[in-house]
Every structure is written in C-alpha cells, then in structure tokens.
C-alpha cells in the first residue's frame, strides 16, 4: 500500500518536472537514484529563525545552501497541538505520533519499532551522535522505549539491548554512575564495543561498534569550548557505519539549539546552528562522494517563537524577539540533498519523514 503510494507519487513529481521543462541531471539524480545510506540531522528547536539569523551573521556561504529540495513538516504531537521533543523524536523515529513525554511507544504504551531497529532487522547499521547525553529524548527515541523521557539510567540500558553499532555524545553518568550501581560501560565493552571518553580517544578509534560518551552529563556549549565535537563525531559515525556494506542509518542531533531557544539567547542559538552548518559540511563531503546518501535536515519543533525584529546584512548583525520560553506550534522547514530528495518538498507530517526513510531503504519489518 505505501509502496504503491510511493510509485504514483514519483510517477507524478517526474511528470512534473518533465512539464516545467527543467530535468537535468542532477534533478533525475534528486528523483530517481538508488538510496543506500540515509544521513537525518535533527536542529532541535531550530525554526527558519534560527536558521537565517544564522546567515546573517556568518559571513561566507553556509552549507544548508547546497540543499536545494526544502519542504515543510507538522510537528505536533498526538496529545498537544505543540509537541514536545520526546513526542517528536518518537515521531520521526517510528513514524507513530505519541503523548508528550513518551519515548517510542505509542499512546497506549505498546512499543514501536524505530529507523535503528528496522534496519537491524534488515541487515543495515545505525547509529546517533548528540551534543546532549544520548539518552536525552531525540538520540533515544531511536534506541529506547519508556514512559518517561526522564527515566535517563533505564534508557541507557536500552543502548545494550538495540545495540546501534555507534553512539556518541554526553551521559556517561547514566551508564557508569547510576543508582543502582550497575556497570554499563563494562556490560557494553562486554557486547563488543569500543567504549571511549575523550574526543582525542574518538578520533582515534577504528572499529565497528563504537560508543562515545564524551562527557558525564550534557556536552559543553560551543561557546565553553566545545569545539568540533560534533563534526568530528559525524565523521567517525560516518566511518563506522560505512563498514556494513548493506548501508545505513545515522541520526545528528544539534542538541542545544533548542537550549538557546528556551533561553531567548540569540547568540546561543547562533553559535549552535552554525555548528550543525558545519558538521552538514562533513556529512555532505561524504554524501557527494559516496553518491548513494540521502542527507535530510530538519527541526523536531520550533523553540521560542524567535522573529527578527532588526538586522543588517552588511553589519552581520540581527535582533531578535522571541514570543515563548517554551516550543511553539509552526511547522519547521525540511532541506535535503542527494538521491531522491524530492520526496521531501512540499507539506507533510514529521510522521511521513519516517516512512519515507523507511520506504527508501526498502526497510520491512
Ligand atoms: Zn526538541
């Protein structure tokens, strides 16, 4: 039935191209190429706002301009008209919209198989990387199944059972300092894994199961030295996942974009996005290259109700006013490059971002 869908959705969007008279390659490519692996960076909280004012205050062209098929997403969730990042994660990750809070389970609690677990299930590799702890609500709701986003020591024992052959990010409290005093770093050394704490460590690793747990809590901010943290581990994500020859599925997280959104701190904000433009840079050096790379950014939801009030181009400067300390309800915009990104123009559902990726990869449960 999806499959069918699809068919005639493609049918429909070659005619259309054939009909505004525009097909050149690289738009077949954008219709119609083989996807293998599927490269998904989630901005958290980050509106067109965030994203322009960004433009405007880094001088140079940013890599989000290579994204040339841009659609919009509904974010809300299956109990609130404004989402949290839980019912949003759950959404992308399992194509199923659930209550705020909820972590891949849907809204009477049975478990939802997410993106990771269906390409376990179908012999591709998977992984997410965060500038938060990974057990933070959108890394987990590609691993996790639980009630609560909170339950932060019990999602990370759900890394052992979906095993995503890399995570990277912070938490490493919640796997080696918990309650109930349980090892999880030994369990997961244990389960073949290449367990490292340090970025330095990271960048060394050459290994096909490798989980960073770069900090005990959440990763710095760019602005208390963070660094190419976040670059860095898109690279490595990319090597490791890259060694399984079927293909793959990687989720990036800029983190704390929607950190500096609940703060109203454009600056924060800025710093943040422009760190997921750059790690987009590494991710698309890959895709070019590769050929069979799907890259796809986007927002879970809108954090803050940030406008621009003022700016100036030639000074790199914006103002900004914000109109929540919390999310707000507007769709987010969707940008993607490589094999196939046309599906992802026009208006549509964060849940259908999850059937697309699943079709794409012939994924079947
Ligand atoms: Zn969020």
């Given amino acids: 039935m999806i499959k069918l869908r699809y068919r005639i959705y493609a049918l429909v969007t070659i005619f259309a191209f ?15 190429g083989e996807v293998k692996n599927i490269i998904f960076i989630i901005g958290d909280g980050m509106g067109l706002s965030h994203m322009y004012s960004t433009m405007t205050v880094y001088t140079g062209e940013m890599n989000i301009t290579e994204l040339k098929s841009i659609g919009f997403c509904k974010t809300h969730s299956y109990d609130n008209y404004i989402t949290d990042s839980a019912a949003s994660g759950t959404a992308l990750a399992t194509g199923s919209k659930t209550r705020n809070g909820m972590i891949g389970l849907a809204p009477d609690s049975t478990m939802l198989m997410s993106l990771i677990e269906l390409a376990h299930l179908n012999g591709l590799a998977g992984g997410v990387v965060s500038t938060s702890t990974v ?21 990370a024992e759900d890394f052992l059972i979906t095993q995503p052959e ?3 990010g912070g938490g490493l409290d919640n796997f080696e300092n918990r309650e109930d005093e349980k ?18 460590d990271l960048l060394e690793v050459d290994s096909d199961r490798v989980a960073g747990l770069l900090a005990p809590g959440h990763m710095p901010k760019m602005s208390e030295g963070r660094g190419d943290m976040l670059a860095n581990s898109a690279k490595i994500a990319i090597e490791t996942l890259s060694k399984n020859k079927k293909g793959f599925f990687l989720m990036i997280e800029a983190s ?21 433009d750059k790690t987009l840079g590494v991710v698309l050096d890959y895709a070019k290259q590769n050929g ?16 621009l009030t003022g700016g100036d181009l030639a000074e790199h400067s914006v103002e900004a006013s914000y109109s929540t300390g919390g999310h707000s309800g507007i769709c987010v915009p969707v940008y993607s490059f490589g094999p196939q990104s046309v599906r992802f123009t026009g208006f549509f559902d964060n849940t259908e971002i999850f059937e697309k990726f699943a079709y794409l990869l012939s994924l079947k449960e």
Wanted: one cysteine or more; charged letters at 20%.
């Fill in 256 to 276: 704390q974009i929607d950190w500096g959104g609940h703060a109203n701190d454009t600056q924060y904000i800025i710093e943040e996005t422009a760190d997921l």
């Fill in 18 to 32: 054939f009909a505004a008279g525009c097909v050149n390659n690289s738009s077949l490519t954008e219709n119609s």
């Fill in 183 to 200: 090892d999880l770093v030994a369990e997961l050394r244990k389960a073949g894994y290449n367990v490292v704490v340090s970025i330095e």
């Fill in 292 to 307: 069979e790379t799907l890259v796809v950014v986007t927002a879970d939801h809108e954090t803050g109700g940030m406008t």
């Fill in 135 to 155: 057990t933070h609500a959108t890394p987990a709701s590609y691993v996790s199944h639980n009630i609560s986003r909170n339950n932060y020591d019990e999602i």
């Fill in 166 to 168: 890399v995570f990277i």
